[in-house]
C-alpha cells in the first residue's frame, strides 16, 4: 500500500509555525544527536521526511512530536539550519489542533484576532456572570465568601473543570483514534493498555523525560510550575471551601502557605518561561507564537492577581479585593478559553499519553513478534 | 652468454642506482642490499642509493657520476618507467651521454608494491631486475629519436563547441585548421540548449560569439556536410580524404526554396517535439544561415520555385588534404531510454531532459501557466541517471550489450539548474526529484541543489536496484501519472506521486563513430567512449600520434569540461606542429638487409598501415624484394619481428638478444 505524497500538506503546517525544512536533505545528525530518540523513534528525522512529502495519515498517527522536550540540540547541530526543533515545536501545534475536534485550536493557533476574541469573550464570560450573580459589596470589611458566595464558586469550577474535561479528554480520545489507526494489524489488546498504565502516571507526575534532555534544569524548573498549578487546581476544584474563608488564618497556616508556595511556584516556573522568550537565550525561545505568550504571562497574572487578593485580604481593604477576584476569575477564564483543551494547555495530558502510547506500541510489536515466532498448536 | 653479445668487462662501466621512492620501494625491499649485491657484478663501476632518484640531488648524482666516473650506461631501479624513464633519460643526456645508455627498472608497480607481505622475496627479485637490467644495458646501443617534417595544418573533425573551441586556439597559434562537420550547420549539441550551468547564460548567444570568431578567422576553413572517409599517413604528414555533401540550395533560390516546401519530417533538432521542412535552418540565427536540403529524408519530388519545378541534387565531392595533426571533436548524443523504461515512448507525459528544454524554448510567451500537449502541468517528477549507472542484473543492456555503468556527470547539476529556471518561472509547480545520488560536483554547483532545496523540490532517493516506476493514473484520477517509489530516506516507505509530466535526465553516449575508429586505429573504452592515452597524465591524447581528442567524444563533460578539453587538444597540436617537425621515440623495427630474403612474413602480420613494406632494390647486380620500414607508422610491437624466418627484423632499443640476456640474467642463481 503506497502513500500518496501532499504538497499542500508542508503550506499547511507552515501556518502553525517558522519552519524551513525544505532545507533538510535527511542526513539524520539531529536524531543521532538527540537524548530522547531511539530506532523506535528516530525523530526528528523521520517525522521531517514525512513531512516534506506530505505523509498527512503517517504525521497524524506519529507520536514523535510529543516526546521531544525541544533541548534544541538538534538545531544546533543541523548542517543545513533547516532548524529540526522548531519543526517539533510546530508540529505539535499541529497535532493539538489535528486532535481538536473543534475546529477551534487551528483558529487560534493561526490566527491573532481569533485569539484576542478569545481572550475578550472570556472576560466578557466572567464580567457578565460577575455582574449577575455578585453578592452584596460589603465594605466595613472584607467579606469575600459575600461578595461570591463559596458554594456557588465551588459548583462553577466544578462545572469548568467538567467542561475542561470534557474537551481535553474527547480531544484525547481523537489523539488516541490517529495513534492507532482502525484496520491498522494486530491492534494492541487491552491487556498491553492496562499493564503499561503505570507509565502514565510516572510520567505525568515526573515528566522524567525532559530531565533526560541535557540541560536539565528547564525540567526542575517546569517540575516546579506543574506542582504549583496542579496544587492551585486541586485545591481550587476540589477544596473551595476550605481554602476560600472569610476567617483569616496565621500565615504559617497550611491554608495561606500552601497558597503562597503554590502561587510563587507557578511565578517562577512561568516567569523563566518568559524571561527566556524575551531573551532567546535558549534554542527552544526563539520563536514565539501567540500562544508561546500567552501561556505564561496568563499564568503569572493567574498566580499574581491570586496572592493580590489574599494582600488585600489581609490589609483589609474589601473593594479592591472583590475587584482583583473578579480580575482573577478574568484572567483564569482567558487562560482555559484560549490555550485550555484546544492549545497548549492540552500537553499535561498529551505528553504523558503519548509516553504511554509510545511503550505500548513497542509492547505490542514485542507481542506480535511473540506470536509470529510462536511454535504451532500442536492439534 | 656468447662471445658475441656479451661485451668485455672493461668496455662498460655501469651506474646502478637503486631508489627508496620515499619508502614506497625501501619499505618492503632492502634497498642497501641491493645496491650491496650490484657493486658485486664486474660491469658495475658504481651502485648508490638515494631517498628519491627522481629529485634534483637524486639526478644530479647520475650526472657527476657520469663525467666524474666516466661511467657509459645507467641503470635506475624506481617506479614505473611510464613516469620516470623520460626523467631519467633527459639526466643521462645531460651527463653527456646518448639518452638511449639508459634503462629503467621498475621496482616499486613491478615489485615493492604486489609483494609488500614477502619483503625477502621482494628483495630477491628486485636483485634479479637489476641483474637483467645491467645485462640488457651492456648491449645498449645508441640511438637517436627520429625526427618527422610536420605540415602545419590541423584538421578539426566536429563543429560543435569543443571542435570550435580547438580550432579557433590552434588558428591561434598560427596554424592552418581545417573544421569539418557532418550536418549541414555549426554548433552542434549546445545550440540545442536555452540557459546553461554555471553562468545562467544563453547557450545560443555563448555559442554564435565563437562561432562568429572561428567563422572571421583567416587561418580556418570550414566544411559542412563534410566527413572524413579516408586517412593515410602518420604524424605530421596525413593524408585525408573529405567528402562534402552540397546544400542543394544556393543563395539565388535559397529563401524561395524554403517557402516553397512542402516535405516536413519530424525535427530533430527538437528532438522530434515539432515537425519542419526537409528544406531547412537548424534553427532561427543557426550558422551557415544557408538553408540545406535534409538529403536523408528528401523525396526526390520536384519543388515549385518562382514558377520552375525544381529536384534538388546532392553534389558531392571529395577533396584530399595533407595534415600534421587531427582533434576529433564528434561529441555525444543524449541516451534514447528503450521503449516502455519509465514510460518512455508509451506515455505522453515522459519526456527526456533535452525534449524537456526544447519545449521550454520553444514557447511562445506563455507565461503563467505552463502547459503540456495542451494540458497545465502542476507537479512534475524528474528521475535521474537514466541511461547512466546502470547494474548488472538490473539494466537491460544496450542494443550492442554494453551497460552504461558510468556516470553521465551533467545531468544532476543540468536538472537543477533546470529546475530551478521553472521554478523562478513558475513557483507553483511542484517538482519531485528521484535520484540515487546528487551529483552536483564543481565549483559551486552544490548551489544549484541548495538553491532547488529551497525552491522545495522534494528530493526521493532511490536504490539503482529498485528503481521507481512510472505508470498511467487509473481513470479519474487528479494527474495522468504516477511515479511510485520507495523512498529510501523514509525508511524505504512506498511512495506514491501523481504528476502531470515526468523529465528523464538522460545520460550521454558517444556519437557512432566506428568509422573514424577503424580508419584510424585508435581505441575505444568499454564504455565507446574513446581513449586516452592516461587519463591523469597525457589525457587528450590517442595512443597514435598526432591524433588527439577534445569533448564528449572521449567521456561525458559540462560545456565548460569540453571547452577545457578543447584547449587542451589545440594546445598538444601546438606543440606538435609549431616546429613544423616531430620527434618520435627510436623503439621501432630495423630490418637487417643482409638478412632480408623479402618473404613478405612481416608485412601479413603487421597491424599498422604502411610501417613496413617491401621494396625493389638490387643486390649484387639482382633485383629483389627487401623489407623497408617506415618508422613513423611502426609502433615498435614486434610483431614482424617474431615472424620473420630469418630473423632479419630487430626492435631498435628492444632487441632479441637483449631479451635474451635479460632472461638469462634473471633465471642466474643469486645468492641472497
Known amino acids: 500500500m503506497s502513500t500518496r505524497v501532499d504538497p499542500s500538506l508542508l503550506q499547511e503546517i507552515k501556518k502553525y509555525g517558522e519552519i524551513h525544512v525544505e532545507d533538510c536533505f535527511n542526513c539524520g545528525n539531529c536524531t543521532a544527536v538527540c537524548p530522547l530518540s531511539n530506532s523506535n523513534t528516530p525523530f526528528p528525522r523521520n517525522n521531517i521526511r514525512m513531512l516534506q512529502l506530505g505523509m498527512k495519515d503517517k504525521l497524524l498517527e506519529s507520536i514523535d512530536p510529543w516526546l521531544c522536550y525541544y533541548c534544541g540540540e538538534c538545531t544546533i547541530t543541523c548542517p543545513r539550519q533547516a532548524d529540526p526543533a522548531e519543526a517539533q515545536m510546530t508540529m505539535r501545534r499541529w497535532l493539538t489542533a489535528q486532535y481538536d475536534w473543534t475546529g477551534l485550536s487551528k483558529k487560534l493557533y493561526t490566527s491573532t484576532a481569533w485569539s484576542i476574541g478569545a481572550l475578550i469573550i472570556g472576560a466578557l464570560i466572567v464580567i457578565l456572570l460577575a455582574l449577575g450573580l455578585h453578592g452584596p459589596l460589603v465594605t466595613n470589611q472584607v467579606e469575600l465568601n459575600t461578595f461570591a458566595d463559596v458554594h456557588m464558586m465551588h459548583t462553577a469550577d466544578l462545572i469548568l473543570a467538567a467542561l475542561l474535561g470534557f474537551f481535553l479528554l474527547s480531544n484525547l480520545f481523537r489523539m488516541y483514534l490517529f495513534t492507532f489507526p482502525r484496520g491498522a494489524q494486530n491492534p494492541p489488546p487491552l491487556s498491553i493498555f492496562i499493564t503499561e498504565a503505570w507509565q502514565l502516571v510516572l510520567h505525568m507526575l515526573t515528566q522524567k523525560r525532559f530531565g533526560e534532555c541535557e540541560d536539565n534544569k528547564r525540567w526542575i524548573n517546569h517540575l516546579i510550575l506543574v506542582f504549583g498549578y496542579g496544587t492551585m487546581f486541586v485545591l481550587i476544584v476540589l477544596f473551595l471551601s476550605w481554602f476560600q474563608t472569610d476567617e483569616l488564618y496565621p500565615i504559617y497556616h497550611p491554608q495561606r502557605l500552601i497558597g503562597y508556595v503554590a502561587a510563587l511556584a507557578i511565578i517562577y516556573g512561568s516567569g523563566d518561561a518568559l524571561i527566556g522568550r524575551i531573551t532567546k537565550k535558549h534554542q527552544m525561545h526563539r520563536y514565539s507564537q501567540i500562544s508561546d505568550w500567552l501561556f505564561p504571562i496568563l499564568l503569572i497574572l493567574l498566580a499574581i492577581s491570586g496572592l493580590m487578593i489574599s494582600a488585600f485580604r489581609v490589609s483589609g481593604l474589601p473593594i479592591l479585593t472583590y475587584y482583583t477576584y473578579v480580575g482573577h476569575l478574568v484572567v483564569m477564564m482567558m487562560l482555559y478559553i484560549c490555550i485550555g483543551p484546544m492549545g497548549k494547555w492540552a500537553h499535561l495530558l498529551y505528553r504523558p499519553f503519548a509516553v504511554y502510547f509510545q511503550a505500548v506500541k513497542e509492547k505490542a510489536e514485542e507481542h506480535n513478534k511473540a506470536i509470529a515466532h510462536a511454535p504451532a498448536p500442536v492439534s | ?672
Open chain 2, 1 to 672: 652468454m656468447t662471445e658475441k653479445t656479451n661485451p668485455k668487462p672493461e668496455e662498460t662501466k655501469i651506474g646502478v642506482y637503486v631508489c627508496y621512492c620515499g619508502g614506497n620501494i625501501s619499505d618492503v625491499v632492502d634497498v642497501e642490499k641491493v645496491a650491496e649485491k650490484m657493486r658485486e657484478h664486474p660491469n658495475v663501476t658504481i651502485a648508490r642509493t638515494d631517498m628519491s632518484m627522481c629529485s634534483d640531488a637524486g639526478q644530479s648524482i647520475v650526472e657527476n657520476d657520469i663525467k666524474e666516473l666516466g661511467l657509459n650506461r645507467v641503470v635506475i631501479g624506481a617506479c614505473a618507467p611510464s613516469l620516470h624513464e623520460h626523467t631519467f633519460r633527459g639526466t643521462v643526456a645531460r651527463g653527456g651521454l646518448n639518452p638511449y645508455f639508459f634503462h629503467h627498472v621498475g621496482l616499486r608497480e613491478q615489485d615493492s608494491w604486489v609483494h609488500s607481505n614477502n619483503p625477502g622475496g621482494a628483495t630477491e627479485k628486485a636483485i634479479r631486475l637489476m641483474y637483467a637490467g645491467i645485462a640488457k644495458a651492456n648491449l645498449l646501443k645508441p640511438l637517436d629519436m627520429i625526427k618527422l617534417k610536420a605540415e602545419r595544418h590541423a584538421l578539426v573533425i566536429g563543429g560543435g563547441v569543443a571542435g570550435l573551441r580547438a580550432a579557433y586556439d590552434i588558428a591561434g597559434r598560427g596554424i592552418n585548421v581545417t573544421l569539418i562537420e557532418k550536418t549541414p550547420f555549426l554548433g552542434g549539441r549546445m545550440a540545442q540548449l536555452e540557459t546553461v550551468f554555471p553562468t545562467g547564460n544563453n547557450a545560443r548567444e555563448d555559442l554564435h560569439s565563437l562561432i562568429n570568431e572561428v567563422r572571421t578567422h583567416p587561418l580556418i576553413t570550414i566544411h559542412t556536410l563534410s566527413e572524413l572517409v579516408n586517412i593515410r599517413g602518420y604524424i605530421g604528414n596525413y593524408d585525408v580524404q573529405i567528402r562534402s555533401q552540397s546544400r542543394g540550395v544556393s543563395g539565388d533560390n535559397a529563401e524561395a526554396a524554403l517557402a516553397a516546401c512542402t516535405q516536413e519530417v519530424p525535427d530533430d533538432f527538437n528532438y522530434g517535439l515539432t515537425k519542419r521542412k526537409v528544406v531547412y535552418r537548424a534553427y532561427e540565427g543557426c550558422f551557415p544561415s544557408t538553408p540545406a536540403v535534409d538529403w536523408e529524408h528528401y523525396d526526390g519530388k520536384p519543388i515549385e520555385i518562382d514558377g520552375q519545378k525544381v529536384i534538388f541534387e546532392n553534389k558531392k565531392k571529395t577533396f584530399d588534404l595533407r595534415i600534421g595533426a587531427i582533434v576529433i571533436a564528434t561529441g555525444f548524443q543524449p541516451y534514447e531510454p528503450p521503449r516502455g523504461d519509465y514510460g518512455y515512448d508509451e506515455l505522453p507525459e515522459v519526456v527526456t531532459l533535452p525534449q524537456f528544454i526544447r519545449h521550454m524554448g520553444l514557447r511562445d510567451g506563455n507565461v503563467g501557466e505552463l502547459t503540456w500537449k495542451g494540458h497545465p502541468v502542476r507537479d512534475i517528477a524528474a528521475i535521474h541517471c537514466v541511461g547512466s549507472r546502470h547494474l548488472a542484473g538490473v539494466h537491460e543492456p544496450q542494443p550492442d550489450g554494453i551497460l552504461n555503468n558510468y556516470c553521465s556527470r551533467v545531468c544532476c547539476t543540468a536538472t537543477l539548474h533546470q529546475v530551478n529556471e521553472l521554478l523562478d518561472e513558475y513557483p507553483n509547480i511542484n517538482v519531485y526529484d528521484f535520484y540515487e545520488d546528487i551529483r552536483t560536483y564543481g565549483l559551486e554547483h552544490e548551489s544549484y541543489y541548495t538553491e532547488a532545496s529551497k525552491k522545495m523540490v522534494r528530493f526521493l532517493r532511490f536504490h539503482g536496484d529498485q528503481r521507481p516506476e512510472v505508470v498511467a493514473a487509473p481513470e479519474g484520477d487528479t494527474h495522468p501519472v504516477l511515479v511510485k517509489g520507495k523512498d529510501y530516506l523514509t525508511n524505504g516507505l512506498e511512495v506514491e506521486v501523481p504528476v502531470d509530466l515526468v523529465i528523464l535526465a538522460v545520460g550521454m553516449v558517444p556519437r557512432p563513430v566506428d568509422d573514424l575508429v577503424d580508419m584510424m586505429k585508435i581505441p575505444k573504452g568499454d564504455d565507446r567512449f574513446l581513449l586516452e592515452v592516461h587519463p591523469k597524465l597525457r589525457p587528450v591524447e590517442t595512443p597514435v600520434p598526432g591524433i588527439v581528442l577534445a569533448g564528449t567524444a572521449q567521456s561525458p563533460m559540462n560545456i565548460q569540461e569540453s571547452c577545457n578539453a578543447a584547449s587542451a587538444a589545440a594546445a598538444k597540436v601546438a606543440v606538435l606542429l609549431a616546429a613544423g617537425q616531430v620527434e618520435l621515440d627510436p623503439y621501432v623495427a630495423n630490418v637487417d638487409l643482409d638478412k632480408c630474403e623479402g618473404t613478405g612474413a612481416c608485412i601479413e602480420v603487421c597491424e599498422y598501415e604502411d610501417a613496413i613494406v617491401l621494396e625493389t632494390m638490387t643486390v649484387e647486380g639482382k633485383e629483389v624484394q627487401r623489407a623497408v620500414v617506415t618508422p613513423a607508422n611502426c609502433s615498435g610491437c614486434g610483431n614482424c619481428v617474431s615472424a620473420c624466418p630469418h630473423h632479419a627484423i630487430d626492435v631498435q632499443g628492444w632487441e632479441v638478444a637483449h631479451y635474451e640476456a635479460m632472461v638469462d640474467a634473471i633465471t642466474m642463481e643469486v645468492e641472497i
